[in-house]
């Protein structure tokens, strides 16, 4: 066999191999995915006086990484919930209601939690 040959049969080689590692990254990142690694859930109740329910309170997550805001309108128990967020980017939490608003909270990147409660007060 020639150098030449030879040369290009372990290139070919190489170049299998790195597309086969590329390969099974991706496969075990969307597995990780699936299992729910590096993920969070974020969820609580928006509260007004005395600790009263606030249904139809709405609630807002930023995302400080693209500051994407995302919404949810309380439930008839004042619960709202978030999914699938980024356990490596950091969220600021906050609610209104009838023109007032919660203070404001923060999500830490390094907050290892994979399940966060974050009550809202709103004072009336």
């Not at 190489?14 to 390969?23: D, E, G, N, P, R």
């Not at 906050?94 to 939690?113: E, L, M, N």
């Amino acid at each position: 066999m020639t150098r030449t040959r030879r040369s290009l049969r372990l290139g070919g080689f190489f170049v299998a191999a790195l597309l086969l590692l590329a390969t099974a990254g991706v496969a075990s990142n969307a597995r990780a995915q699936d299992q729910g690694f590096g993920v969070k859930q974020l969820q609580g109740k928006v509260l007004g006086a005395q600790n009263a329910i606030l249904s139809g309170a709405i609630v807002y997550l930023e995302n400080s990484r693209n500051n994407d805001i995302k919404s949810y309108i309380t439930e008839t128990d004042g619960a709202y919930h978030f999914a699938n967020l980024s356990a490596d980017t950091d969220y600021t939490l906050w609610a209104s209601f009838k023109g007032r608003k919660s203070s404001v909270k923060t999500i830490s990147s390094f907050d290892s939690r994979k399940n966060v409660f974050i009550d809202l007060h709103i004072k009336q």
